[in-house]
């Protein structure tokens, strides 16, 4: 099973913590040059410097925020006219939590333009160069909300389905010319997204914490959340030579929690 992406270059968004961190990780681990995207500079100066680099593979990063659309838009020119963009991890922070109908107009068009437009954005400035090296992984973080809603993610569970159907419509174009477009649906992981939201049901639903937490894990069959290594795998093996016949699908990793297969 050839799992090497040595001379591989990939971008991955949303990766100074968490899930799009422990993709960095894995992807660099793997011989990938990395290219780290998200806010904060010190954060991703901190997360570039620990990235493998034992076959001297190359990493970067850029800070750049996804609400700045013409902002992604001239730097990801700047990037794809300089080298080939074999991987595209697109990531990016979650919408705020509440009930649907606490949503303002503008919560629902920021998270659209977040994740919706700026995955388009990023996706059709790589695709010539994914064309010519007919090698294209591009790989969605979002949500088992695509499955089934989440509770008081009524922003979230809109907007993931927008960009699931996005990247089933993608990878019907694109399958021919050796590219593929998958999505990863994480479960409860650990990270400081799922400790907010922790926090927001607390205060909600005036409970503790660790109330909120153990009626978390109650209801997901593995007994615990998630670690952001263990959707990373998943993640570093779609963007390997050997997912090359996966396709156009949502893989959710989630212990199991999302109650359909
Ligand atoms: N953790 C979970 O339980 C869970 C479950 C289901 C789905 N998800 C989804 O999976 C994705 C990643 O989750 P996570 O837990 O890793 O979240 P996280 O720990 O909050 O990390 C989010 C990453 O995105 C970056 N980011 C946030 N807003 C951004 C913006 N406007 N522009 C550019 N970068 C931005 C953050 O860095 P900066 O702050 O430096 O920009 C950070 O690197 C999210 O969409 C989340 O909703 C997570």
């Given at each position: 099973m050839n799992l090497s992406l040595e001379g591989k270059n990939a971008i991955v968004c949303g990766s100074s913590q968490g899930i799009g961190y422990a993709i960095a990780e894995?992807?660099?681990?793997?011989?990938?040059?990395?290219?780290?995207?998200?806010?904060?500079?010190?954060?991703?100066?901190?997360?570039?410097?620990?990235?493998?680099?034992?076959?001297?593979?190359?990493?970067?990063?850029?800070?750049?925020?996804?609400?700045?659309?013409?902002?992604?838009?001239?730097?990801?020119?700047?990037?794809?006219?300089?080298?080939?963009?074999?991987?595209?991890?697109?990531?990016?922070?979650?919408?705020?939590?509440?009930?649907?109908?606490?949503?303002?107009?503008?919560?629902?068009?920021?998270?659209?333009?977040q994740h919706l437009i700026v995955n388009h954005i990023l996706t059709t400035a790589v695709i010539d160069g994914m064309k010519k090296d007919r090698y294209g992984r591009i790989i969605n973080i979002i949500s088992t909300s695509v499955k089934t809603p989440l509770n008081n993610l009524g922003v979230s569970n809109t907007i993931r389905w927008s960009v699931a159907a996005w990247a089933k419509t993608l990878a019907n174009e694109l399958g021919q010319f050796g590219i593929t477009v998958n999505n990863v649906l994480p479960g409860a992981t650990a990270t400081e997204r799922n400790a907010a939201l922790i926090e927001a049901n607390a205060k909600r639903q005036h409970a503790s914490a660790q109330e909120i937490k153990e009626t978390m894990i109650a209801a997901i069959p593995a007994k615990r959340f998630g670690e952001a290594s263990e959707i990373a795998a998943v993640a570093a093996f779609l963007a390997t030579p050997a997912a090359s016949y996966v396709n156009g699908v949502s893989i959710p990793v989630d212990g199991g929690r999302t109650p359909s297969i």
């Amino acid at each position: 099973m050839n799992l090497s992406l040595e001379g591989k270059n990939a971008i991955v968004c949303g990766s100074s913590q968490g899930i799009g961190y422990a993709i960095a990780e894995e992807l660099a681990i793997m011989g990938a040059n990395c290219i780290l995207f998200a806010r904060n500079e010190e954060n991703l100066k901190l997360a570039v410097s620990q990235l493998d680099i034992s076959i001297r593979q190359s990493h970067n990063y850029y800070s750049i925020d996804f609400n700045d659309v013409e902002a992604v838009r001239s730097l990801i020119k700047k990037i794809s006219s300089q080298q080939t963009i074999h991987i595209l991890i697109n990531n990016s922070g979650g919408p705020k939590a509440g009930p649907i109908l606490d949503a303002t107009e503008d919560q629902f068009l920021q998270a659209f333009n977040q994740h919706l437009i700026v995955n388009h954005i990023l996706t059709t400035a790589v695709i010539d160069g994914m064309k010519k090296d007919r090698y294209g992984r591009i790989i969605n973080i979002i949500s088992t909300s695509v499955k089934t809603p989440l509770n008081n993610l009524g922003v979230s569970n809109t907007i993931r389905w927008s960009v699931a159907a996005w990247a089933k419509t993608l990878a019907n174009e694109l399958g021919q010319f050796g590219i593929t477009v998958n999505n990863v649906l994480p479960g409860a992981t650990a990270t400081e997204r799922n400790a907010a939201l922790i926090e927001a049901n607390a205060k909600r639903q005036h409970a503790s914490a660790q109330e909120i937490k153990e009626t978390m894990i109650a209801a997901i069959p593995a007994k615990r959340f998630g670690e952001a290594s263990e959707i990373a795998a998943v993640a570093a093996f779609l963007a390997t030579p050997a997912a090359s016949y996966v396709n156009g699908v949502s893989i959710p990793v989630d212990g199991g929690r999302t109650p359909s297969i």
